[in-house]
């Protein structure tokens, strides 16, 4: 059973910092891309940010020169440091990666089951 698990999540003042974690486990053969989505009450989920499984990074305009995204091949982990968080920073926000697994033919989009982070002003 291939999963996402967050962590990190929670409640932070403006201008506050919070770091999300996502581990990858089951049985996986490689990962390629993994990211930070997230959804806001009312709103359409939204890329926050990407890495690819060669390190190349991708941010919203929203979220550059505050989030920090980063990944731990050995551990099947990605990360985001989020810093100078606003309130509208406000949302769940879900891990996606996209994993190659037994009995498949190719790529297979996964997301976690969501964290919610609250920027309070």
């Known amino acids: 059973q291939v999963q996402l698990v967050e962590s990190g999540g929670g409640l932070v003042q403006a201008g506050g910092s919070l770091r999300l974690s996502c581990a990858a486990s089951g049985s996986i053969l490689s990962i390629n891309a993994m990211g930070w989505y997230r959804q806001a009450p009312g709103k359409r989920r939204e890329l926050v940010a990407l890495?690819?499984?060669?390190?190349?990074?991708n941010y919203a305009d929203s979220v550059k020169g505050r989030f920090s995204i980063s990944r731990d091949n050995a551990k099947n982990t990605v990360y985001v440091q989020m810093n100078s968080l606003k309130p509208e920073d406000t949302a769940v926000y879900y891990c996606?990666?996209?994993?190659?697994?037994?009995?498949?033919?190719?790529?297979?989009?996964?997301w976690g089951q969501g964290t919610q982070v609250t920027v309070s002003s």
């Open positions: 890495i690819t499984s060669g390190g190349s990074t």
């Open positions: 996606h990666a996209s994993l190659w697994v037994p009995r498949t033919t190719g790529w297979t989009d996964y």
